[in-house]
T-cell receptor, first 114, second 112 residues
Framework: DAGVTQSPTHLIKTRGQQVTLRCSPKSGHDTVSWYQQALGQGPQFIFQ???????QRGNFPDRFSGHQFPNYSSELNVNALLLGDSALYLCASSSGLYSNQPQHFGDGTRLSIL | DQQVKQNSPSLSVQEGRISILNCDYTNSMFDYFLWYKKYPAEGPTFLISISSIKDKNEDGRFTVFLNKSAKHLSLHIVPSQPGDSAVYFCAAIDSGTYKYIFGTGTRLKVLA
């Protein structure tokens, strides 16, 4: 049973560029959440997708956008990259929108901005 | 404003002894709490959770205690093993939005 998978594992970009990160949820899960984890910090909630719509959003600018596909996989897009966007980006999946069932995390994409 | 706080960045414990990791929160809308463990180069792995209607939940060597009046929870690991060495994150679920709010983590090192 495949867990949450993310690609790519590592990515290096320069300021001003755009990036797309991808996530496939755990089998049976239909809800995908994205988090940013800066060095020495805990994961910070970016947004959550369910039924192909953004349902919740954290305190992140519009440069951060996403998409969910009919097969529940998801993409995170970041435009006009800043040095401060360097972080580990984690995807988590769960079943149902309003649930206390624990989210399952992927291993993340390490994004470095030069 | 940090709504979930883990004030100890690191903790070292001897193998076989008890590890106690602490977490404080400020928002009374939080009604479900989870602990995640994270190894380097891996994503966080769910460990144990507790609902606000309980004050204790136990799963093998792991026990979580919740003190609602103090807005404090703790994770006890007994006995601690070298494989428990990892970063532990406390997370709270906001009952209104179901958003996860994470603490900054505590790095546990279990010494053999």
């Amino acid at each position: 049973d495949a867990g949450v998978t993310q690609s790519p594992t590592h990515l290096i970009k320069t300021r001003g560029q755009q990036v797309t990160l991808r996530c496939s949820p755990k089998s049976g899960h239909d809800t995908v959440s994205w988090y940013q984890q800066a060095l020495g910090q805990g994961p910070q909630f970016i947004f959550q997708y369910y039924e192909e719509e953004e349902r919740q959003r954290g305190n992140f600018p519009d440069r951060f956008s996403g998409h969910q596909f009919p097969n529940y996989s998801s993409e995170l897009n970041v435009n006009a990259l800043l040095l401060g966007d360097s972080a580990l980006y984690l995807c988590a999946s769960s079943s149902g929108l309003y649930s206390n069932q624990p989210q399952h995390f992927g291993d993340g994409t390490r994004l470095s901005i030069l | 404003d940090q709504q979930v706080k883990q004030n100890s960045p690191s903790l070292s414990v001897q193998e076989g002894r008890i590890s106690i990791l602490n977490c404080d929160y400020t928002n009374s809308m939080f009604d479900y709490f989870l602990w995640y463990k994270k190894y380097p180069a891996e994503g966080p792995t769910f460990l144990i959770s507790i609902s606000s209607i309980k004050d204790k939940n136990e799963d093998g060597r792991f026990t979580v205690f919740l003190n609602k009046s103090a807005k404090h929870l703790s994770l006890h690991i007994v006995p601690s093993q070298p494989g428990d060495s990892a970063v532990y994150f406390c997370a709270a679920i906001d009952s209104g939005t179901y958003k996860y709010i994470f603490g900054t983590g505590t790095r546990l090192k279990v010494l053999a």
